[in-house]
């Protein structure tokens, strides 16, 4: 069936049918004696015909450990969500070298390479005249939309849950340490707190910036330095630091 445009493959076997193609047969009669003269043309490729008929054997479930700690995730960065299992379709072939996959989600769902759902279907490709020349957009071969920013199933990387560094979304600086201007959040007290120079911990530091609302414009911010009482409408690089992890 079809839901909002995405067609979901579905059946109760995972049979590839086989139909060949045969041509004619001619009987000619001649005189008193019957002569059968049986004519056939070379079967179509069985592949190809199971192809145009039939779909993909479902794989079988991999095993998994369940104690296994995972070494990387996936993250989206157009949506800003993250997942311990693999979004993206599962890639397969079949004893005759043919590509299918399979949807992520339900594993009943294949198709093959060729035939994938518009959810699936989107292309990376440079534009190749015009002023925009040479710059990447997203074509979707299903619907034959154009799109310049990536779509959301193209958005996903996958992460390593083992190396980590700091990086600034203000400055664009990265390093393994975790810097100064961070602080430390403090789950009792539910606030931040800081490490002086001498190694010990303090509320008060020149990096203690607030984000607060401005009354009366929605989703509009400043931010209040509470010990030297400065504000600014720019994000602080002090608040700019993150916890990252490495791409895979």
């Known amino acids: 069936g079809q839901t909002r445009g995405l067609t979901f493959l579905t059946f ?27 004519s056939l043309i070379a079967l179509s490729s069985v592949a190809d015909a199971a192809r145009k008929v039939g779909l993909p054997q479902i794989p079988e ?7 296994a700690k995972p070494t990387h995730f996936w993250y989206n960065t157009e949506l800003g969500e ?3 299992e693999d979004p993206l379709p ?20 294949v198709w093959w390479a060729d035939a994938a759902p518009f959810e699936y279907a989107w292309k990376e490709v ?29 958005a996903w990387k996958k992460m390593s849950s083992e190396k980590v560094f700091y990086y600034n979304q203000v400055t664009g ?19 931040t707190y800081w490490v002086d120079k001498d190694g010990n911990p303090t509320w008060e530091s020149d990096n203690w910036w607030t984000e607060v609302p401005v ?34």
């Not at 590839?16 to 000619?28: C, D, H, N």
């Not at 600086?173 to 606030?191: I, L, N, V």
């Open 90 to 109: 599962i890639r397969h072939e079949d004893d005759e070298g043919n590509v299918y996959y399979q949807d992520p989600k339900n594993h009943s769902s």
């Open 215 to 248: 009354e009366g414009e929605e989703g509009k911010v400043y931010y209040y330095n509470e010990v030297t009482k400065a504000s600014t409408w720019e994000k602080p690089e002090a608040l700019g630091w993150v916890l990252w992890h490495e791409e895979l």
């Open 12 to 38: 109760p076997t995972s049979t590839r049918i086989m139909s060949p193609k045969l041509s004619f047969a001619s009987i000619t009669l001649r005189g008193v004696g019957c002569v059968l003269i049986l």
């Open 173 to 191: 600086a990265s390093q393994r340490e975790r810097p100064h201007d961070m602080g430390f959040y403090d789950d009792e007290h539910k606030r």
């Open 82 to 84: 993250s997942s311990w």
């Open 126 to 154: 440079l534009a190749t005249e015009g002023e925009h020349k040479g710059q990447k957009y997203y074509h979707n071969k299903v619907t034959s939309e154009a799109i310049w920013d990536p779509p959301a199933i193209m």
């Open 61 to 67: 479930e991999p095993v998994v450990d369940p104690e």
